[in-house]
Nanobody
Framework: QVQLVESGGGLVQVGGSLRLSCAAS????????MGWFRQAPGKEREFVAA????????VYADSVRGRWTISRDNAKNTGYLQMNSLKPEDTGVYYC?????????????????WGQGTQVTVSS
């Protein structure tokens, strides 16, 4: 089992920044790929970004590439999502995710581990 707890969400104005954190506990988190997903009101949950556990290779959704950065600190069992240049359409609940399968963490994370989510609201 892997337990994930997100923090760092909140209310921010357009163009502002937030940094989300994901604290992991349980099994060896450093061996799990980590990702972030989000769900906007009335929409399905979607992939945002992922980071490979070994090489640190990263993948981003087109909507956030160039604005956001995913990272991790395996010594602290913590992952991060630095969100810059925030837009109103970035509003939603953000979920941390972990899985052993790269294809899974970069798509739907079906069968993987999830955090409880943290709300991000971008006001215009």
């Amino acid at each position: 089992q892997v337990q994930l707890v997100e923090s760092g969400g909140g209310l921010v104005q357009v163009g502002g920044s937030l940094r989300l954190s994901c604290a992991a506990s349980g099994r060896t988190f450093s061996r799990y790929h980590m990702g972030w997903f989000r769900q906007a009101p009335g929409k399905e949950r979607e992939f945002v970004a992922a980071i490979n556990w070994r090489e640190g290779y990263t993948v981003y959704a087109d909507s956030v590439r160039g604005r956001w950065t995913i990272s991790r600190d395996n010594a602290k069992n913590t992952g991060y999502l630095q969100m810059n240049s925030l837009k109103p359409e970035d509003t939603g609940v953000y979920y941390c995710a972990a899985d052993l399968r790269w294809l899974t963490i970069t798509s739907t994370n079906d069968g993987g581990y999830w955090g409880q989510g943290t709300q991000v609201t971008v006001s215009s």
